[in-house]
């Protein structure tokens, strides 16, 4: 009886098995089965749902629409364009009736271009057949390039925008008459030869012009006797960009609007190209200035330069990549340096940016080897928890060796502001440098330990040497593009880079904002903070 029992039980615990296996296994399959409708049907959805963005998107394009959805959150229904002076609004243009095309088909020396040209005036005036190769694209009168193309759901409504650069079908200038000026202003930079050459070869080249003067030793050359003028051709011209700093020379300082302005009238100069950075450009806007006061029909350009890459508006200044690059080499040096003076070996390296800390904050994020970037926009805190003396301290216990790269307009909160300016008024800067590498070596010192510092500044070698092929074509564009606005009669204006559009820009807004600076709440201080790993003193 006992035995029949337990059997039973038995039977019974192996149906209840029997059934929860069952059970389970029906709930695993069902689930599975689901699982798989239900990704059947979601990716029907999706491919329905795709078949119909693919059929809107037809619709639209058959429309003369874009592709993508049509958001009432983001909208730009008000645009301010910045307008430049116009001389054609001011003076008769000689250039009228004269088809804008490029003269590249004309001889290399200059009296043969002149035969040609003269040979081709009645042709050109009659329009009976072109003179030249026509342009692929010609830019109309209020072309334009919206400045903040970053939008916002529910944002502003209301941008901005610069008139684009490029060729021009209307000519101000008779091409064939044009005497033109090029001068070069302030510090060396990466790339003015290249400017130069740009300039010259576009007049000559894309132009004909008469002729066109070097103004040698900066604003000064106009009138100081000890600065000649020489004459520029693509023949003088033709080899100049490999070589570093200004084939016209340069210089500080120097600015006269009479004597300038004499010079302009002796020389019947109708075009006036100024290189330099945000005080020379102030300087060229006085000249164009000067010229209208006195009834002068003078195209006056500037091409923006500056190491620093501060000038406002524009995405880059030529010559800073190329800096950037060459920098690179005091850091490895220096890192050298670091790794092989025992003990606590610690390279500092002093990089140019007066105000603005681009140069310096760039090299660290190509570079990948700074330990410590300090730039004038972040505040210097040397001790306590976001001191960088401690951490530099760190970085040494950790890896040995540590190198800093320090902007020479860095930690004016500690040393003071100068009083004195140099010619150009510039304040002179306090030597941060030689600063840090005595804080340093006292911080260690005081630490018990001792710290083996080199310092390199390589500030004039990043500066005097030959553009790189990027900052080159760079400069070829800004050259032809400010010839190409001086001709059609724009005057006042400077030429840069907007959004990766060349632009042509009114001198007084553009000097208005300058120097930028680097945002310190921005996403480059971000890059670099994550590379440093160095305190935020924001």
């Known amino acids: 009886m006992m035995r029949s029992s337990s059997s039973n039980q038995q039977t019974a615990l192996y149906c209840t098995m029997a059934a929860l296996t069952t059970a389970i296994a029906t709930y695993h399959i069902t689930k599975t089965l689901t699982k798989k409708q239900e990704q059947e049907r979601a990716l029907k959805l999706a491919n ?5 963005k693919a059929n809107k998107t037809k619709s639209q394009i058959d429309k003369g629409l874009p592709p993508g959805t049509l958001t009432d959150s983001m909208k730009i229904d008000q645009v301010y364009l910045w307008e430049l002076e116009d001389l054609k609004h001011r003076f008769p243009s000689s250039g009228e009736g004269i088809e804008n095309v490029m003269q590249v088909h004309l001889p290399t020396t200059q009296a043969a271009r002149r035969a040609a040209l003269k040979a081709s005036m009645a042709t050109r005036k009659s329009n009976e057949a072109k003179a030249g190769t026509p342009y692929n694209k010609v830019i109309g009168e209020k072309d334009a390039i919206i400045a903040d193309p970053v939008r916002k759901p529910n944002g502003t409504t209301v941008s901005r925008a610069y008139i684009r650069a490029g060729p021009r079908e209307k000519l101000h200038f008779n091409p064939r008459e ?7 202003c302030g510090g060396l930079c990466p790339g003015l030869n290249n400017v130069v050459r740009g300039l010259t070869n576009a007049l000559f080249h894309l132009y004909g012009a008469k002729k066109v003067t070097g103004i040698t030793g900066g604003y000064k050359g106009f009138y100081d006797p000890e600065y000649p003028p020489v004459d520029l051709t693509p023949e003088v011209v033709e080899f100049i960009h490999h070589q570093g700093g200004t084939f016209l020379s340069s210089s500080r300082g120097g600015f006269d609007l009479d004597k300038i302005i004499a010079f302009l009238k002796k020389n019947d100069i109708c075009q006036l190209y100024v290189i330099g950075g945000d005080g020379t450009h102030r300087g060229a806007f006085r000249i164009h200035e000067g010229c209208m006061e006195q009834g002068l029909n003078v195209a006056v350009a500037g091409i923006p330069k500056t190491i620093d890459n501060d000038i406002d508006h524009v995405d880059r200044t030529f ?3 190329t800096a950037i690059e060459h920098a690179q080499q005091a850091i490895r040096c220096a890192k050298v340096e670091a790794k092989c003076n025992k003990p606590n070996g ?3 390296v002093k990089l140019m940016g007066r105000s603005a800390g681009f140069i310096a904050a760039h090299t660290t994020m190509c570079s990948g080897d700074v330990d410590l970037c300090l730039v004038p926009e972040i505040p210097i805190v040397l001790e306590g928890k976001n001191g960088c003396l401690p951490h530099i301290r760190e970085r040494v ?5 540590a190198v800093i790269v320090v902007a020479e307009g860095a930690g004016e909160e500690l040393l003071g502001q100068s009083a004195e300016t140099d010619a150009s008024g510039n304040k002179k800067l306090p030597a941060i440098g030689e600063f840090m590498k005595g804080a340093v070596v006292d911080y260690f010192k005081r630490k018990g330990e001792e710290a083996t510092v080199k310092y390199i500044d390589p500030s004039y070698m990043i500066r005097s040497v030959p553009a790189n092929a ?3 074509i760079y400069c070829m564009q800004l050259a032809q593009n400010a010839v190409h606005g001086a001709m059609a009669g724009y005057t006042g204006f400077s030429v840069g880079l ?5 632009v042509l820009l009114p001198i007084p807004e553009l000097v208005a904002t300058s120097p930028k600076h680097m945002n310190p709440k921005g996403r480059t201080w971000e890059r670099v903070l994550a590379l440093t790993r160095q305190p935020n003193t924001i």
């Open 498 to 502: 907007c959004n990766n559009k060349t």
């Open 48 to 52: 329905a749902l795709s078949m119909e």
């Open 178 to 184: 044009v005497k033109a000026a090029i001068v070069t």
């Open 397 to 401: 216990k950790q890896q040995g060796y």
């Open 319 to 321: 010559g800073f990549e």
């Open 470 to 472: 990027s900052d080159s």
């Open 346 to 348: 610690i390279g500092i």
